[in-house]
Each structure stands twice: as C-alpha cells, then as structure tokens.
C-alpha cells in the first residue's frame, strides 16, 4: 500500500522504525502508524478499498488495526495536539522515533537522508544501545511499561539506564494493578527471547514478578536455560522453538502464579508438572551430582514418564547434555515402552479375559502391568515369527502377570482381613 493512500501528516512510529534503524527489521513486521484523525473510520475505509479487515482496538483513543494480505497495520489518532507531542507521551525514547510518510518513499540507498522525528533523544540511545524512560510519568501510565523495558533491553541485548532502572524497581508494585493476561503476554515473549533467562532474572531482581508469587530462588533455575543449551541437550530447533520458552516459565512461576496472570490451565498445569519433577531430581542427584533420571525410584520414573510424556524436553535442558541426548533419542521413538508408557492391554480387554469389574482394582491393575511393560518384564516370549502370534504371546503374557497380581493381592487382603 503506497504512503499516498494515507493523510498528509501520517507518520510510521515504534518497533518498526526501531529496528529498521537497527538493521534487525523482520521480512513483514507489525506496522504502527500515527494519524492526524479518526484512525477507525480510516482504517474501515481502507480495509474497503482493499479488502482487508477492520478490528477496532480502542474506541475512545480512536485505535483499529487493518489485516491485509498477511499484514497487520495499527493506526491510531495521534495524542496531543502534533506529532512531536504524540511521541513525548510514549514509554522509551527508542521508540518514539517517526518516519513522516511524506518522507518514506525513497530508495534503499538514500536511507540515510530520511527525515526522521526524534524529539526525545532516541536516536542517540539507538546509538548507544541504552534503554532509557521518556518520564516517570509514561511509565505509569500503564505500568505493563515496566516490564516491557525489561523484555525490550533483552530483545535488543541493550542496557537498562540507571535511572530507568531504579524508576523500574521504586514502582515494581505498580504492574499488579495491569491485567495477568497482558503480563501474561509480555512474560511469554520475554521467555521466548534468545537471552530470556537472563531478561526474566532481570524482572525477578527488579521486583516484578513478586505481586504473581515468583518463588525464591528461581534465578538458579534460569541459570542453565542459555540459547545454547537446547543444541548442546541435542533439542531439534523445533523442539527448542516451545521448550526452552517452557522451561524459563517454568523456572520462575509456578500453577498457581500462573492461574494469578489468567492463563490457561494446561499452561498452568505443565509449568506445575515441570517443577514438580524438578524439585524431585534434585532431592535424589546422581554420584557425580548432576541430575539423573536414574536416580528415581522405580515408581517415580514411571509416574515421570506418564506425566510429562509431552513436556520432557523442557526438563531435560536442566540435566547433563550427554544424558539428555540418551533420553531425547529414546523419548523420539514412539516404541520406547519407557518413555511413552502404556499398559500392554487395555481396561475393556482385562475386564472381558478376566472377568473384572470396573473399579479401583482394575486401576491398580492397569497400574501394575503398565511398569512391567515399561520396566521390561513383560513382553520377552513374543519375539515370535509373525505380528499375529507376537500379539497372541503378549496377551497370554499380560493374562498370567495379570493373574498373579490378582492372587498376592487376595492373599494378602485374607492375610489382613482389616485391608480394604
């Protein structure tokens, strides 16, 4: 869309002219632009003309995004009474640097005689890679700034000025006054950065993650969850892409911290899961120290294979990187009995062989031939000729194993009459 399709006095702000600046900008970016009028109207008009879709973000700040062909464009109606002052109100002098549209239609090659608006000094700070506040004031304005900084410095691997960073931590408190889905959302993008681990220690030195319940000691947890670990544990780029992000989450907030910022309860859920287990292996460390899966006791391991039978890399980054490889290269194989457990028949087919009732029993049961599947002790007499005959040997395998567990716990419930 050419910059002649919007009014005169249109300006392209934030991110974009950031990181354009910066030589970081990515192939389709996020687009912010400032214009003089009503920016819903507008954008309706241009989501007409060119069949893109109109969302209005803010009705009384007069804010809309255009979607358009891949594209996602926000305009909004500029605050204050020009442009400059528009940008004054903003939370970091990087981002309140303005392209004027007027100005942007030249060639790559004459990037350097753009017309650029930076009434607060951003360019400088760009320059000498310093995250610095506009004014106490924009800060608490929405006090989500507070973190933002933080993500923001760790994104553009920049520092935090000295006296930002003490406006940080005087009004650390001020962020549980901002929604836990948008905190949410700004934590999980910081987690996602290439240097998260040390951004979210930032936050929790900084104090702004207290409001949410972040556990003591959390920063020793974040410590191993460099950018480098996922290829040294042998994580694919795929699997590092959402477990790394997991793990650094994980690391500093658990279940009910989480339910506190509004997620979901499966996120919820698997940071709780990820923490738990953690906090086992390190009660039961290995001879040399490190964590080791095979340190658990046998009940353990199964209940950790069956619990985190998806999340498993995630906990794998905080263990030595030989061992993880072994355990990655099982958990890839579907087959591994182990690290994806299953009973070798299921509840339907030992009620109908055995003549079971639905019940705890049968649970206990279900319980019991799935470790000795996983653990090996079941399945040896069916390396059998075909499929077929495998599958008859296995059954008649489960039935016996089934059959004797059945009898000790009679035996033992006679025993012990008192024994439910």
């Known amino acids: ?38 920016a819903i ?29 891949g594209w996602t464009i926000d305009l909004a109606r500029g605050a204050g009474n020009d442009l400059t002052a528009d940008l004054g109100r903003r939370d970091y002098t990087v981002n309140a640097i303005a392209l004027p549209l007027e100005g942007a239609a030249v060639a790559s090659d004459e990037a350097a005689d753009l017309q650029l608006i930076d009434p607060c000094g951003g360019l400088a700070d760009l320059a000498a890679r310093r995250m610095v506040a506009i004014s106490e004031a924009n800060l608490l304005d929405d006090p989500l700034r507070l973190l933002r900084g933080v993500r923001l410095a760790c994104d553009l691997d920049f520092s935090i000025e000295p006296a930002t960073w003490e406006l940080i931590r005087r009004h650390r408190q001020r962020i549980s006054a901002v929604a836990g889905e948008r905190v949410l959302a700004e934590l999980e993008r910081l987690a996602a950065s290439g240097e998260g681990h040390r951004g979210l220690a930032q936050a929790l030195e900084a104090g702004l993650l ?24 042998g994580l694919t780029p795929a699997e590092a892409a ?26 919820q859920q698997r940071c709780q899961r990820l923490r738990q287990w953690l906090g086992c292996l390190r009660q039961t460390p290995g001879d040399t120290g490190a964590l080791a899966l095979e340190t658990l006791a046998e009940a353990e391991r199964l209940a950790l294979q069956r619990q985190l039978e998806e999340e498993l890399p995630a906990l794998l980054l905080h263990l030595d990187p030989a061992a993880a490889q072994l355990a990655l290269r099982r958990w890839r194989d579907p087959a591994d009995r182990l690290f994806h457990p299953r009973p070798p028949l299921d509840g339907r087919r030992l009620q109908q062989l055995l003549a079971i009732a639905p019940g705890p029993r049968l649970g206990e049961l279900i319980d019991h031939l799935t470790a000795e599947w996983a653990f090996g002790r079941l399945g040896l007499t069916a390396a059998t000729e075909t499929a077929e005959l495998a599958d008859q040997a296995l059954v008649a395998e489960a039935v016996v194993a089934a059959q004797l567990w059945l009898d000790r716990r009679r035996e033992a419930k006679e025993a012990d009459p008192r024994r439910d």
Not at 45 to 63: F, K, Y
Not at 251 to 259: H, M, Q, Y
């Open 1 to 38: 869309m050419a910059p002649h399709r919007f009014p005169a006095g249109t300006a392209l702000v934030g991110g974009a002219v950031r990181d354009g600046l910066l030589g970081r900008l990515a192939d389709q970016p996020d687009l912010d632009l400032v214009v003089p009028g009503d």
């Open 242 to 267: 959402w477990a790394l992000p997991l793990a650094r989450l994980a690391a500093v907030l658990d279940g009910r911290s989480l339910e506190g910022l509004r997620a979901s309860r499966r996120l």
């Open 41 to 69: 109207e507008l954008v309706r008009q241009l989501g007409r003309r060119h069949g893109g879709t109109c969302v209005v973000l803010d009705q009384e700040r007069s804010i809309a995004r255009l979607v358009l062909e």
């Open 210 to 233: 207290q409001p949410w319940g972040a556990a003591d000691g959390s920063e020793a947890s974040l410590q191993p969850l460099g950018p480098e670990r996922p290829e040294a544990c």
